[in-house]
């Protein structure tokens, strides 16, 4: 009997040892965990709030003191008439949606599609639903002359008709 008492001290003794090294050691890695900073190379998962933070620092809004308007920019539909050209304005971006439209530049460069990852010179046909990036004024599109009919486009940004 006494022996059974012996070894239910001891045991006693060796698990109140380890609890007591288990919370010893253990609680300087919770404390460096709790400095870290959310969205840090450390700590990369982040809360709800930071990434609408670091969203709107992107878009423009107001908490990020960007230089955008903070306005979103809807798709316009456009309708070309034959014999006329669409001059986009610089950034603006195009999609031919009906009808066959030919690129215009003033120079040597063309119009970029962002779809196709290609550069299009000006007299070349632009491809329909593709994305039309104009880098800069002086580039367009203007409806085939084969074709009776004019262009509808979508477009995003400034332009005019001429």
């Known amino acids: 009997m006494k ?3 012996v070894r239910g001290l001891v045991a006693a003794v060796l698990i109140g040892a380890g609890v007591w090294v288990g919370v010893n050691f253990a609680s300087p890695i919770e404390a460096e965990s ?3 900073t959310p969205g840090s190379i450390e700590d990369p998962v ?3 709030s930071y990434v609408d933070e670091q969203f709107a620092k992107l878009s423009g809004g107001s908490d990020g003191g960007g230089t955008g308007t903070g306005q979103d920019v809807a798709l316009e539909v456009v309708s070309v008439p034959a014999g006329k050209t669409l ?4 950034g603006t971006e195009v999609i031919v949606r009906v009808g066959q439209a030919i690129a215009y530049s003033s120079d040597s460069n063309g119009i970029s599609d962002l779809t196709a990852g290609a550069d299009l010179k000006s007299g070349t046909v632009v491809p329909k639903n593709h994305l039309m990036l104009f880098p800069r004024e002086g580039r367009g ?3 085939d002359p084969a074709q009776p009919n004019g262009l509808t486009v979508l477009v995003r940004g400034s332009y005019s008709i001429q």
């Open 3 to 5: 022996q059974n008492v």
């Open 34 to 36: 709790n400095t870290l």
């Open 46 to 48: 982040v809360t709800k």
């Open 87 to 90: 001059m986009a304005g610089q």
């Open 141 to 143: 599109v203007l409806p």
